[in-house]
């Protein structure tokens, strides 16, 4: 393949990332743990949306010419539903219809019909994928492991599956069927064995992680602490310190876990920890800059 053409590619890739960020949204090493936290006013939605853009699309330009192994994307987002992903993944130029189609993207809404008086039995999307219907962890730890059976296709094939988990914390303060920090954690740690690597959203407002008064409070800090430590890196959204301003939505601060550092076989690069302002505009694009710019 011809160098020229690879930078083509790659540069379509990278008009829609923002280049501060292209090293963190890169799919990451294998058996990766990816934490995204956000706060109320700084949500984790567009670096979700840039992941699965720079997964999704990198790969999409690039397998047709290198006939290599596919990277594909299972989706569970217990916060969204399957419309707001893709009428906010169209502004990044994402189809998600023509990537369903293609069995490069699946896609759990874990919103819908979870906590339905009358479940019922798991029903598909407009657009594809699955509702789940049962809040129970072993309900939907089911119907994750046969989204990616079905995703995954040929046991032989050496596709490459990006498992990206948003706001599970919702199950914790739903509350019911014995729903706590150890179980859902342990159902990550498992599902991760299945996947490639893993990307999970939290919230970390100070009121969940602040007086540890009541369960939720709690049981929603051990989680974060917990896959804080487990995480590669961890990328936390806030807003100012000092209040909100016209040309800046909040700061991103990039930190390391304990593992990252470490050099396991060529498989973990060294992360730069470091502390950006970033604003998202109207129409979806995101700028990410150093303070002082």
Do not use: C
């Not at 706001?167 to 509350?175: F, P, R, Y």
């Not at 930190?255 to 470091?274: F, P, S």
């Amino acid at each position: 393949m011809k160098a020229g053409l690879f930078f083509d590619i790659n540069a379509k890739m990278t008009s829609r990332i923002p280049p501060l960020l292209e090293p963190y949204l890169a799919l990451p090493p294998e058996a990766s743990l990816i934490l995204l936290t956000g706060v109320l006013g700084a949500s984790t939605n567009w670096l979700v949306l840039r992941y699965l853009h720079s997964t999704l699309l990198r790969q999409d330009g690039l397998s047709e010419i290198t006939h290599q192994s596919e990277d594909k994307v299972l989706l569970i987002s217990f916060m969204r539903d399957f419309a707001f992903w893709k009428e906010n993944g169209r502004r990044l130029g994402i189809d998600f219809d023509k990537l369903v189609t293609k069995k490069r993207f699946a896609f759990l809404d874990g919103l819908t019909g979870l906590f339905l008086k009358a479940p019922q039995k798991p029903s598909s999307t407009k657009g594809g994928g699955v509702v789940l219907s049962k809040s129970d962890l072993a309900s939907v730890h089911e119907e994750i492991r046969q989204a990616l059976e079905s995703l995954k296709g040929r046991e032989d094939a050496e596709d490459k599956v990006l498992l990206v988990v948003d706001q599970i914390d919702l199950l914790l303060a739903a509350g019911g069927d014995g729903i706590t920090a150890n179980r859902l954690i342990e159902m990550l740690m498992g599902l991760r064995e299945h996947v490639y690597a893993i990307v999970v959203t939290l919230y970390a407002d100070y009121p969940l992680l602040g007086s540890h008064q009541t369960p939720l409070e709690t049981d929603h800090a051990a989680l974060l602490l917990s896959l804080a430590h487990q995480a590669d890196f961890t990328m936390s959204l806030r807003l100012l310190d000092s209040g909100t301003a016209r040309d800046v939505s909040g700061v991103v601060r990039i930190t390391v876990g304990d593992h990252a550092a470490e050099d396991v076989q060529g498989l973990h690069k060294r992360i730069e920890e470091r502390e950006l302002l970033y604003f998202v505009g109207g129409d979806g694009g995101v700028k990410v800059f150093e303070r002082g710019q």
